[in-house]
């Protein structure tokens, strides 16, 4: 997914379930997902705690590019 935000702007976000190189549903470690930002001084990105998936993206208000990576354990 890729969206434009500005500098004072926050999305929130879902990671797609997993899924393996066949496209099966995969399971995750529960609790192990994590996000973090490229450019924690252009954006910085929070764990929802009531959707294991869900993300908010924060916009720190310098303007830049940044991506965000989710990791999990399987």
Request: net charge negative; proline share 3%.
């Amino acid at each position: 997914m890729i969206v434009s935000i500005t500098a004072t702007q926050e999305v929130k976000g879902t990671t797609p379930k997993p899924v393996d190189k066949k496209g099966n549903e995969a399971s995750v470690e529960a609790g192990s997902l994590s996000y973090e930002s490229t450019d924690t001084e252009v954006l910085t990105v929070t764990k929802d705690e009531n959707d294991e998936f869900g993300f908010t993206a924060t916009a720190t208000g310098k303007t830049g590019a940044a991506q965000i990576i989710a990791r999990a354990d399987a």
